[in-house]
């Protein structure tokens, strides 16, 4: 599975926020089904990186995503995709699995990819 950040509980496009987002679609990539959980961690990345690693996923996509959080995911297996700044839909994500288009970071692209996100909270969840 992987987890796809989301901004509302209906939404279907990715989320510009990591650590933030108030909402995640935990995608099965053999199916294409997904379910939307709330974000347990939401308002601290790396609280929001245990969540995740908590629910059996094996894989994430990010639009904004810090080194820390990255660095959780690297030490507890899972892999790490990036959209390249692209609103990408459920849908589209799961095309780009499937077609093995997902552009994955590891550490020497990670320079490249990674970012600190926004500075300041703008979703609906209480920070932490």
């Known amino acids: 599975m ?3 950040p989301l901004d ?18 935990f995608l099965n990539e053999d199916t294409g089904t997904f379910k939307v959980v709330e974000n347990k961690g939401c308002g601290d990345g790396i609280e929001t ?5 908590e629910q059996k996923i094996d894989s994430t ?3 904004h995503m810090g080194e820390g959080i990255y660095n959780f995911f690297q030490e507890n ?9 692209s609103y990408l839909s459920i849908d589209e994500i799961y095309l ?3 077609g093995q288009k997902c552009k994955e ?8 990819l990674l970012d600190w996100g926004t500075s300041s909270c703008t979703c609906s969840c209480s920070s932490k």
């Open 2 to 4: 992987i987890a796809i």
């Open 8 to 25: 509302k509980e209906e939404s279907t496009v990715i989320s510009k926020l990591y650590g933030n987002s108030p909402y995640f679609a």
């Open 49 to 53: 990186a245990k969540f995740i690693s």
């Open 61 to 63: 996509i990010f639009y």
């Open 77 to 85: 297996g899972l892999k790490v995709y990036s959209c390249v700044k």
């Open 96 to 98: 780009q699995v499937l």
């Open 105 to 112: 970071v590891t550490k020497s692209n990670s320079s490249t």
